[in-house]
């Protein structure tokens, strides 16, 4: 547990933060493994970021954000969120406690009412895996933190306005980002709905295929630091800050 009336997030890597919020550690889509699949990691996470956890938040049940591996590898036995019918996947897993939401309904972690919130994208995990929604999620408490999971730029995102921090995907793994994601362009669009004070972008930089060749840094941030030019274009009362992974921001 952190301070109370303390807000802070770190950028643990892709679609893995961790958000410390009024004395509550939550760690979102904690995919943590050097490779996973066809996509390999460029750097491990700290362990501090994986101790301590009072919540797992899933937004969806794809590879890249529900990896059981990972999931074995948190310390203790934090309570785990996911989207309705994908708690099955996880009934073997490190868990005191697993709690399955739909859109609109809600979780009380220790006094921070974490909400799940509809998300524009395709959650399938393969022909034989869970039917289950994608899902995205707003904490509420001090602060109000919004993330996002994967998504599509959606209209009813303004219904989530305003938000002191929202966390939004940015990128994807390979040369392509299908249907049901968002650009950088259409994150900073995003921003335009969602009245954040602070935005951080995510989902960008960690993995890619193994196939390739990791770019210079510059490469590597350029999804970010597209965000950030274009969020100050459409959104410019918003606060942009690129967090590299194991960077931290804390919320005024």
Same mark, same amino acid.
């Given at each position: ?11 643990? %890597? ?29 750097? @491990? +996470?700290?362990?501090? #970021? @994986?101790?301590?956890?009072? #919540? !797992? ?25 996911? +989207? ?11 868990? %005191? ?13 220790? %006094? ?42 959606? %209209? =009813?995102?303004?219904? @989530?306005? +305003? ?11 390979? +040369?392509?980002?299908?249907?049901? *994601?968002?650009?950088? *362009? ?33 490469? !590597?941030? #350029?999804?970010?630091? =597209? ?5 100050? =274009? @459409? #959104? ?17």
């Amino acid at each position: 547990m952190s301070d109370a009336n303390h807000a802070r997030v770190r950028y643990v %890597g892709h679609a893995t933060v961790l958000i410390e919020l009024d004395g509550v550690r939550v760690l979102t889509d904690p995919v943590l493994r050097r490779r996973v699949l066809h996509l390999r990691r460029h750097s @491990l +996470p700290e362990a501090d #970021a @994986l101790a301590g956890l009072d #919540a !797992v938040l899933i937004s969806h049940a794809h590879w890249d954000h529900l990896d059981i591996p990972s999931l074995v590898r948190l310390r203790g036995t934090p309570r785990a969120i996911v +989207p309705r019918g994908a708690g099955r996947l996880l009934r073997r897993s490190r868990f %005191g406690e697993i709690v399955e939401l739909d859109v609109g309904e809600s979780a009380d972690v220790g %006094g921070v009412t974490v909400t799940a919130t509809r998300a524009d994208h395709d959650a399938g995990r393969g022909p034989l895996g869970v039917r289950a929604p994608a899902l995205g999620y707003r904490l509420t408490g001090s602060k109000r933190v919004y993330f996002a999971g994967d998504t599509d730029l959606f %209209g =009813e995102m303004a219904e @989530l306005a +305003p938000l002191d921090l929202a966390l939004l995907p940015v990128a994807g793994w390979g +040369p392509r980002l299908p249907p049901g *994601h968002m650009d950088a *362009h259409r994150a900073a669009e995003a921003l335009r709905l969602l009245e954040p004070r602070t935005a951080v972008p995510i989902h960008w930089g960690t993995y890619s295929l193994i196939t390739k060749r990791r770019g210079s840094e510059s490469v !590597v941030r #350029a999804p970010a630091e =597209e965000f950030r030019r274009l969020a100050a =274009e @459409l #959104a410019p009362d918003v606060d942009v800050h690129v967090l590299a992974e194991g960077e931290s921001l804390e919320l005024p």
